[in-house]
């Protein structure tokens, strides 16, 4: 019954100070103490009882109250610093003054006129050097200081008891670093208690960094988020212990354990929801890069550099690129290891932001991307990414899951150990919605990417060129592919080459162009161990002939596009294809249950602005008129792939007449298979050209560049190997494909096919686009993924839209 009343005097207390007109004295601290006293003790009550409506109302009718509660609470924590936070009584003071300031800080972001609020020097009691320090400062200063407090946050190394405490200003936190492993050796003892703590200061901080969602996507370096340029600059004397802290508590976090089934449900995990806070910390502190930044008008002074970045890019010892990438890839496989007893074990679901992490960490720190790649742990990486895609390709509200992923694999993809690495044999240890099949991590790769683009939902259509982009950078190292993976990409062929698909838009021949460069370098670097593609390619080999044959009178230009509307991509399924087995114990991919919240995003850019075309043949000086800078090849935005082959066909072709090359910002936004913005939201137009009341197939254009198609090689090739095999089933009666396979691996085109033409990888390249999208979605993930309590629910945030599915 206390209980009952204490949070009655707590709500009588939150009325007084909406319903009064008059502003309550700031020396009342009868009233004020209120707020912080031991009458609440979670965080959720704190939800509860000051609901979001009064928040507004005290923001509108008595502002002088709200700023007054707004620094009484920053003044508790400043106070409970200088005092070494010492006693139980302070300990959940300051708990309760950060669940306050968690809960009131999104609804003084959401009014521009309060924005600047905390950034305002407040009248202090102190000395007069107080009052030049911004109110912001002081809180971020005071959690900073109270994450390393011992006995609060973390464990004393001192005899125990509040005489004996340190000051806690002057502390040396480098001795407190949460968690072993990168720049620290000691593991200290673990107590759910100090998890806890950290949990409820990191989630405050959190909030104070949110700032950024109620603004719409602006240059970070233009227009920077003070309270992360503070925490992260040199003036945040914990910057150093902090970082290590959150990275090494994500890290080393073991999610099962000693493996014992079902601890999960008899025992409290405290530390999965500190490594989740931590892990958000750290992603939306390393997306602050400010190394570019200008001052604005009216600033003085330049954003200092960020100083996580700074230490993250440093990392260079194999033994702490091993500890982040085993923690890393033991977190991403853990929702998806299969155990013979149904739910035993702990499921983590931070995936999507150790996607933002590792891609934070490949991008800051290249001697980490180079280590991933030097063994067969990429492909750790790769198979939970390939699970995710492949799940979450019919679902709506994970379309930014997709992106991410897919925009890792463009990254690996690049370096060509990544495909070497494809080679290894992939053993089925989860279960997925594909076919099955015998092979390599290169075939799961294909096989998945097959699965996408044909049964994936339509918003995934802008990502076809970042998906074959893929392919294209990994074929040359390919060395089998099975005949599973073979047939896929075949049918891919097949389903982009029919002639409404062609004419239906101004772009989709690019799909084409970058399938030909796929089976060019197959054929050309790696014959030998793909007879099961070679053969496939003879057995379709009618697809390239209608390629090569494409009409482009007017007539049938204007006929396959009446057929436009009763085809689909997906259902133009091979004539061939038989009924697949998928794997055992795999569940068909979903929709979203209607209902789901989902966030909307930015546009993506063209695969030809987040790309640039690298020779993989050291010191080749390229044949090709592509201007070279430093032996990196500028490439034309969306222009199709050069063609490969000899003669005149190796020299790079201008863009398709037809096809604008530089496009305005407004044209651009209207290319095919593309996304069309709705105050940021992301829907995807059908494969017709949106423009397409002012663009029209005509025969000029499609000879324009059927005329380029890269089919020498494949031509040479059916020219030479179609009549051989036919000569071998008449001569032997062969009618088991098994023989003709075993034929074509001991055949050999060696000086038969034209000469192989440079391998050309498209290679990521950072820029603005793709900058911010990453930043709305992981905003976008980290608004989704705080339900409890549920910080910035129905509130107005501007950087992105919540819908429901």
């Known amino acids: 019954m206390g209980n009952v009343d204490t949070k009655l005097n707590f709500r009588k207390a939150v009325v007084q100070l909406t319903s009064k007109s008059e502003p309550i004295d700031a020396n009342d ?5 209120q707020f912080w006293s031991e009458n609440v003790t979670n965080v959720q009550d704190i939800f509860t009882l000051v609901p979001a409506t009064e928040i507004r109302t005290l923001r509108e009718d008595a502002p002088s109250n709200l700023a007054t509660l707004c620094y009484k609470a920053v003044e508790k924590l400043v106070k409970a610093v200088d005092s070494s936070c010492r006693t139980q009584h302070e300990q959940q003071t300051v708990l309760n003054c950060a669940r306050l300031l968690t809960r009131i800080l999104p609804y003084i972001f959401e009014d521009p006129e309060w924005r600047g609020f905390f950034w305002s020097s ?7 050097e107080d009052e030049s320090i911004p109110l912001a400062q002081s809180l971020l200063n005071a959690v900073c200081d109270l994450l390393f407090c011992p006995d609060f946050t973390v464990v004393s190394s001192r005899k125990s008891g509040p005489d004996k405490a340190e000051e806690l200003s002057a502390i040396d936190s480098c001795e407190y670093i949460w968690e072993a492993g990168v720049g620290f050796a000691h593991s200290p003892p673990r107590s759910p208690v100090l998890d806890s703590n950290r949990t409820e200061l990191l989630k405050l901080l959190m909030t104070c960094f949110s700032e950024t969602m109620y603004q719409p996507p602006t240059d970070i370096a233009q227009n920077p988020n003070k309270w992360i340029a503070h925490l992260t600059s040199s003036e945040n004397r914990h910057a150093l212990p902090m970082f290590t802290s959150l990275l090494n508590t994500v890290c080393a976090y073991d999610p099962v354990g000693l493996g014992v089934p079902y601890n999960h449900l ?11 806070a931590a892990l958000q910390i750290l992603i939306v502190t390393l997306d602050h890069d400010t190394s570019s930044s200008t001052p604005s008008e009216g600033e003085d002074s330049v954003v200092p550099d960020n100083l996580f970045i700074n230490y993250l890019s440093r990392i260079h010892r194999d033994e702490d690129f091993e500890f982040i990438l085993t923690g890393v890839t033991r977190l991403l496989n853990n929702p998806l290891v299969q155990t013979y007893l149904p739910n035993s074990t702990k499921k983590v679901h931070f995936h999507q932001e150790l996607l933002v992490f590792f891609w934070k960490m490949c991008d800051y720190n290249k001697k980490f991307l180079y280590f991933v790649l030097k063994s067969s742990d990429v492909l750790e990486v790769l198979v939970p990414i390939l699970y995710h895609l492949n799940d979450s390709r019919a679902d709506q509200s994970r379309v930014g899951l997709m992106h991410i992923g897919v925009f890792i694999l463009l990254l690996l993809s690049g370096e060509r150990n990544f495909g070497v690495r494809l080679n290894k044999p992939y053993t089925a240890t989860i279960p997925m919605d ?7 991590h290169a075939d799961l790769l294909i096989i998945v990417f097959h699965k996408i683009i044909t049964t994936g939902h339509q918003r995934l259509q802008p990502l076809f060129d970042c998906l074959l982009t893929i392919l294209v950078n990994v074929s040359p190292y390919l060395k089998t592919l099975s005949m599973v993976a073979s047939t896929k990409l075949l049918h891919l062929l097949e389903a982009f080459s029919t002639p409404w698909f062609l004419f239906s838009s101004s772009t989709n021949h690019h799909l084409v162009f970058f ?6 370098n197959i054929i050309q670097y790696q014959f030998d161990g793909n007879s099961n593609l070679v053969y496939t390619i003879i057995r ?35 004539h061939e294809n038989v009924a697949e087995i998928a794997m055992e114990g795999s569940h068909p991919a979903l929709p979203a249950e209607p209902g789901t919240l989902k966030a909307t995003l930015p546009d993506t850019p063209m695969i030809g602005q987040m790309t640039e075309k690298e020779s993989a043949h050291p010191g080749y000086q390229q044949n090709e008129q592509l201007p070279l800078t430093n032996g990196i090849a500028t490439i034309n935005l969306n222009a199709p792939p050069p063609s490969q082959g000899n003669g005149d066909e190796g020299t790079p072709k201008a863009e398709p007449e037809g096809t604008k090359l530089s496009r305005s910002p407004s044209e651009a936004s209207n290319f095919s298979r593309q996304s069309v913005a709705t105050r940021n939201s992301l829907r995807v137009s059908a494969s017709v050209d949106k423009t397409s009341n002012q663009w029209t197939p005509t025969g000029e254009w499609v000879h324009s ?16 190997l179609v009549p051989q095999v036919e000569k071998i089933c008449i001569d032997k009666g062969l009618t088991d494909e098994s023989e003709i396979l075993k034929f074509l691996q ?13 391998i050309l990888i498209r290679k990521y390249q950072a820029n603005s686009g793709t900058t911010t999208w990453f930043r709305t979605y992981m905003w976008g993930v980290i608004y989704l993924r705080n339900v409890d309590p549920p910080i910035w629910y129905d509130t107005d945030v501007k950087l992105f839209e919540i819908q429901r599915i």
């Open 266 to 276: 008899i025992f409290n995990d405290s530390l999965e929801p500190l490594v989740e």
């Open 434 to 440: 594909i076919p099955v099949f015998t092979g390599t």
């Open 515 to 520: 399938l030909l460069e796929i089976f060019n």
């Open 29 to 33: 601290d009868t009233f004020w103490e």
């Open 540 to 574: 379709k080999r009618q697809v390239f002939h209608s390629l090569a044959n494409l009409p482009s009178d007017y007539g049938t230009i204007a006929k396959s596009l009446n057929k436009r509307s009763k085809s689909r991509l997906s259902n133009s399924t091979s």
């Open 122 to 128: 407040l009248p202090s009691q102190g000395d007069d």
């Open 705 to 720: 560049w059927k005329s380029k198609l890269p089919l020498q090689t494949i031509m040479r090739l059916l020219q030479v």
């Open 746 to 758: 001991h055949g050999t085109l060696v000086g038969l096919l034209p000469v192989p033409h440079p």
